[in-house]
């Protein structure tokens, strides 16, 4: 007979070692002063700051 699988068994099987978070900023355009929204996808490590990493994140977009 087989082992039933549960829904944490399935979390175990792909274990990762990182949150994503999506990180979501507005940018003003020079040419057409419009706003613009720009998403992109933060990977953070586990065991770091949360807001640390999307501050350095932040931070390298030359805001």
Do not use: C, H
Request: glycine fraction near 8%.
């Amino acid at each position: 007979m087989a082992k039933k699988q549960t829904f944490g068994d399935k979390q175990k099987k792909g274990a990762v070692d990182f949150k994503m978070a999506k990180l979501v900023y507005s940018v003003k355009s020079e040419k057409t002063n419009a706003w613009k929204f720009v998403e992109k996808s933060v990977r953070i490590p586990n065991g770091e700051n949360d807001l640390d990493v999307l501050k350095k994140a932040m931070a390298g977009q030359g805001k």
